[in-house]
């Protein structure tokens, strides 16, 4: 019970996500209407990724202070988890952009920075898939994912900057949802979804762990 | 120490460019081919107006900039490069490597920009903003494609890698080179530029400092 509260913990928040996502009061904003529902599902990929790539990026640096075999496997697999995220992400983010703003793709930081994010990782997997020797591998790629970690970070946040603001609310000039951030009945939702979605990540992680020690 | 070492290997790196001049005339040539391919290129459609020659301009030496520094640790034989490991530190390696190519690719720009100003005229109203900003990004490009030409060093697949490692990456600094040289298009003064440069400083340092410190890693083997 001790060691896999948590589990249930995710188990429990997000199906109160889903349940209470899907049948809960969300205001009625123009431009979204029903769509705002995607908020309990889409933002939070972002945060289960963001939170990967700093566990994947703090296991290199340890890699790179104790070259144990154990900490480059929980990098690369917080990296792999990281992705899948990311690609969720991206692929609920287009639904909701065709509907709201009648485009698969559009020109925002927020969406290029996501896909810099997502060139960057997959790089990373074909610079290991090209080195043979085991530890050679983990070495190289621990200073890659460093690197391009540190970049990455500085990319999401100095691109916001460099455009004329970003369709996306909380930083755009003429946001289309203004009332976002202050609506209670999503704020319930949303704020536990967060949390379950990083746990779930949490979980695929810890067993992809698992399984990759197993093989070893 | 550090400042000697490194000024020895910087001067031994380029006379071992002047010695075999193929590769050098081969990547000048290499600049001066793209821009008479763009001219023509663009000349047809006749739409070179100033948004358009500073996003050519950018990717032309992007292009050019990867071609070149990605030679850096390649033709450098294995025995030699021991043998390197032996005589300098690994700090004192990869800062020298990131000056010698800032100047190849300050050259290479220039000449690029010089090309430009033949073929296609001069679209900057500030011609000393424009070279600041291509100076600055040259330090920050030459950084980023060195450590990137370190890593892929190591693999087999090398110029591919080289690519796909370096692309996603100089993205940050090029946004801001293009953003700021846009500045020196259309004539904007200093003071609004100021912050530009600023931003373009802080990824210059950024990049230095996370070269110094994990180069060392990839040197050693």
């Known amino acids: ?216 | 120490m550090l400042t000697k070492e490194i000024k020895s290997l910087v001067s031994k790196d380029i006379r071992f460019e002047l010695r075999q001049r193929s590769a050098i005339n081969g990547i000048l040539l290499y600049v001066v081919a793209i821009v008479f391919i763009c001219y023509l290129s663009f000349l047809r459609v006749n739409i070179i107006d100033g948004q358009t020659w500073n996003a050519l301009y950018w990717t032309i030496l992007m292009f050019a900039s990867m071609n070149a520094v990605s030679r850096t640790f390649v033709n450098e034989n294995p025995n030699r490069q021991f043998y390197f490991f032996t005589l300098a530190s690994p700090q004192a390696i990869i800062l020298s490597k990131i000056f010698y190519n800032a100047i190849l690719v300050f050259i290479l720009s220039m000449l690029s920009y010089f090309f430009y100003i033949i073929f296609m005229g001069n679209k900057a109203q500030n011609e000393l903003m424009f070279i600041v900003c291509v100076a600055l990004g040259s330090i920050g490009i030459s950084a980023i494609l060195t450590f990137v030409s370190a890593i892929s060093s190591r693999t087999n697949n090398n110029f591919t890698l080289m690519a796909i490692l370096g692309f996603p990456l100089m993205l940050p600094l090029l946004l801001i080179l293009m953003k700021l040289s846009e500045f020196a298009i259309t004539g904007t003064d200093w003071l609004t530029a100021l912050i530009y440069f600023l931003l373009i400083f802080l990824i210059d340092a950024i990049v230095l400092v996370l070269a110094l410190i994990l180069f060392p890693y990839l040197w050693h083997d």
């Open chain 1, 1 to 216: 019970m001790k060691k896999y509260w948590w589990k249930i913990l995710a188990v429990v928040l997000l199906t109160y996500t889903i349940i209470a996502g899907f049948l809960g009061n969300v205001p009625d904003i123009a431009g979204v209407h029903q769509t705002i529902r995607n908020l309990y599902f889409h933002v939070c990929m972002w945060f289960a990724m963001i939170v990967m790539l700093c566990i994947s990026v703090v296991y290199s640096i340890k890699y790179l202070s104790d070259f144990k075999a154990k900490n480059d496997i929980i990098a690369v697999e917080a990296a792999n988890t990281g992705i899948l995220f990311g690609i969720l992400g991206i692929i609920t983010g287009m639904l909701w952009a065709k509907f709201a703003w009648g485009q698969w793709w559009v020109n925002d930081p927020k969406l290029n920075g996501a896909a810099i994010g997502l060139l960057v990782y997959f790089a990373y997997f074909v610079l290991r898939s090209s080195l043979d020797d085991n530890n050679k591998r983990a070495r190289i790629s621990a200073v890659y994912n460093i690197f391009a970690f540190v970049i990455f970070i500085l990319f999401i946040l100095i691109l916001p900057k460099l455009s004329a603001g970003s369709l996306h609310p909380g930083d755009g000039k003429d946001s289309a949802m203004p009332v976002f951030t202050l609506d209670f009945n999503l704020r319930i939702v949303f704020y536990p979804a967060i949390v379950g979605w990083i746990l779930l990540a949490l979980w695929i992680l810890d067993l992809r762990i698992r399984y990759r020690k197993l093989k070893m």
